[in-house]
């Protein structure tokens, strides 16, 4: 999306909180990995798809410094739990002071350790109503797998950095992370279980639900 474009996209959708504009500046202060964080557009469907979905498990797998678990748990209604894989201290240190300024500390479990580990250790039923996938690239095929085994029949994933800056339509282009995204988007697209749709929001947002 054109840069005047994606402004006027932003300008019309849900706005940023104060608090949400601090994290975004202090998670830029980090540096070159600030470029991990979700950008606001992003962060405004979430929260509307959160607040249409009424997820009562959702789980995020790639946390980072917090604002898209902050942009979900904003909208989750009262009871419901936001789990959170990471494992950074560092990074979701500045995540927890967040979430407690915005008082939904207690709607989020973050738990620090390989992201496989904790999915592999959830209840085996279908009870995930939303999930947001952001971590190491060549990880994706084994969360995907994971978490839609446990997706609830009105489920949604979602799927972040799927175009990588375009690359994954150049085959030629030798970029490793290109090639295991390619490699991923194509197993979602034939997987005869899901019904998919690829959205050019940010570097690319995968939306998965069951098949029916």
Same mark, same amino acid.
């Given at each position: 999306?054109?840069?005047?474009?994606?402004?006027?996209?932003?300008?019309?959708?849900?706005?940023?909180?104060?608090?949400?504009?601090?994290?975004?500046?202090?998670?830029?202060?980090?540096?070159?990995?600030?470029?991990?964080q979700?950008?606001?557009?992003?962060?405004?469907?979430?929260?509307?798809?959160?607040?249409a979905?009424?997820?009562?498990?959702?789980?995020?797998?790639?946390?980072?410094?917090?604002?898209?678990?902050?942009?979900?748990?904003?909208?989750?209604? @009262?009871?419901?739990? +936001? %789990?959170c894989?990471?494992?950074?201290?560092?990074?979701? !240190?500045?995540?927890r002071? *967040?979430? $407690?300024?915005?008082?939904?500390?207690?709607?989020?479990?973050?738990?620090?350790?390989?992201?496989?580990?904790?999915?592999?250790?959830? @209840?085996?039923?279908? +009870? %995930?109503?939303?999930?947001?996938?952001?971590?190491?690239? !060549?990880?994706?095929?084994? *969360?995907? $797998?994971?978490?839609?085994?446990?997706?609830s029949?009105?489920?949604?994933?979602?799927?972040?950095?799927?175009?990588w800056?375009?690359?994954?339509?150049?085959?030629?282009s030798?970029?490793?992370?290109?090639?295991?995204?390619?490699?991923?988007?194509?197993?979602v697209?034939?997987?005869?279980?899901?019904?998919?749709?690829m959205?050019p929001?940010g570097?690319?947002?995968?939306?998965?639900?069951?098949?029916?």
């Amino acid at each position: 999306m054109e840069e005047q474009a994606a402004l006027y996209a932003v300008a019309h959708s849900v706005q940023l909180t104060e608090l949400q504009r601090e994290l975004i500046a202090e998670t830029a202060s980090l540096g070159r990995v600030a470029g991990m964080q979700i950008g606001p557009l992003q962060g405004a469907f979430m929260t509307v798809l959160a607040t249409a979905l009424r997820p009562r498990l959702t789980v995020e797998v790639g946390t980072f410094t917090g604002y898209s678990a902050l942009c979900v748990a904003s909208a989750l209604e @009262p009871g419901a739990q +936001l %789990i959170c894989c990471d494992v950074s201290q560092e990074w979701t !240190s500045i995540a927890r002071r *967040y979430w $407690e300024r915005a008082g939904v500390a207690d709607r989020i479990d973050l738990r620090i350790g390989p992201a496989l580990d904790t999915l592999r250790a959830l @209840p085996p039923e279908p +009870l %995930i109503d939303l999930a947001f996938i952001d971590a190491d690239k !060549s990880g994706y095929p084994a *969360y995907y $797998e994971e978490i839609f085994t446990r997706l609830s029949p009105g489920g949604v994933i979602l799927v972040d950095n799927v175009l990588w800056g375009g690359a994954v339509a150049d085959r030629a282009s030798g970029d490793e992370t290109a090639e295991a995204l390619r490699a991923f988007n194509d197993h979602v697209a034939a997987d005869s279980r899901a019904s998919t749709v690829m959205l050019p929001i940010g570097d690319g947002l995968t939306m998965i639900s069951r098949r029916r």
